[in-house]
C-alpha cells in the first residue's frame, strides 16, 4: 500500500513528500554545500558547462545517427502524434557508447551519488528529439507520479540529468520547472489502461495534474524557464513538476535524458495495478555504474 494516492476516480488531496530530497553525507563529490543546499531547496540544479563544445557536438552527430539507423517497427523509437517525425529514442545509453560512457562519468555520477546517498543505475534514457516547425509539447507531469504508478519504483530517490545538446532558448520549447513542487505529491485522476505507455509516450492522458492542482503550484512556486547553452546539464528531482512547450520557432530542441535511480531504490510490482512496463522504458536490472 502506498502513501502516494493517484490514478484514482476523484481527484485525490496532495501529500506532503515523505522521503528527504538529498539522502545524507555518506557519498563524498564534487558538489558543494551551497550547491547541495540549491538542489534541496529548489528539487533541481543548473551546471551551464557540464559538456564542453567538442563534446557535445561528437554526442549530437551520434545520437543523430543512432536514431537515423533505427527501423520503424522498433518500439524504442517514439514518434511525434499523428507524423513520423521522431518525438524520442529511449535505451538510448545501450544504443550510444558515447551515452553509455557519460553515464559513468565522475562529472555526473559524482554528483548524483551525492544525492541519492548510494550509488545508482541507469532507470531511463532517451534522447528528446524537439525539430524546429513542428515539435509538440510535454505536458506538465512529475516522473515519480508514473515511475511510482506504472513501473513500482517505491521511492522519490532518482535523479533525472537532462543535458542540452542544442541552445535551449525562451521560445523553443526549453524546459520549465515549478522550484520546490517536490516537495508535494500531486495525485492524478483516471484509472491507468494497460500498456498505457504505448500512447503516453506521445501524448500523455493520465498521471496529468489537474488544471486546479497546477494553478495552486504555479502559485506557491512560481515556474522556472531552463534557457541556457549546449553542453549545460539540468540536474532535477524525480518529484519535479516540469513540462516544456511546443516548438513553432525554426530553431530545433534536442536533449539527452539520463534518470539515475538509487540501488536502494529498485523496482517493485507497479503501485497501479498495471503489468510493469518493458525495461527499455523502466530497466529492472539495477546494475551499479561506475
Known sequence: MSAYVSRVSSEPSPVRRLEPVV??????????????????????LLLEEALDDREVRSLDDELEAVAAAMGSRDERVIREPGSDTVRSVFQIHELSGRVAELASDPRLLGRVRQILGSEAYIHQSRVNFKPGLRGKEFYWHSDFETWHFEDGMPEMRAVSVSINLTENRADNGSLMVMPGSHRTFVGCVGETPQEHYRESLRSQHYGVPSDRALEQLASAHG??????????????????????????????????FLVFNSVENTLVAPFGGTEPRPGHIASRDPVPLG
Not at 539522502?23 to 533541481?44: C, I, K, N, Q
Request: charged share 15%.
Open 223 to 256: 515556474i522556472t524557464q531552463v534557457v541556457a547553452p549546449p553542453g549545460s546539464a539540468l540536474l532535477f528531482d524525480s518529484n519535479c513538476m516540469h513540462g516544456s512547450n511546443g516548438n513553432i520557432t525554426p530553431y530545433p530542441r534536442r536533449n539527452l
Open 23 to 44: 539522502w545524507g553525507d555518506r557519498v563524498p563529490g564534487p558538489m558543494t554545500t551551497e550547491e547541495l543546499a540549491s538542489y534541496e531547496s529548489d528539487g533541481f
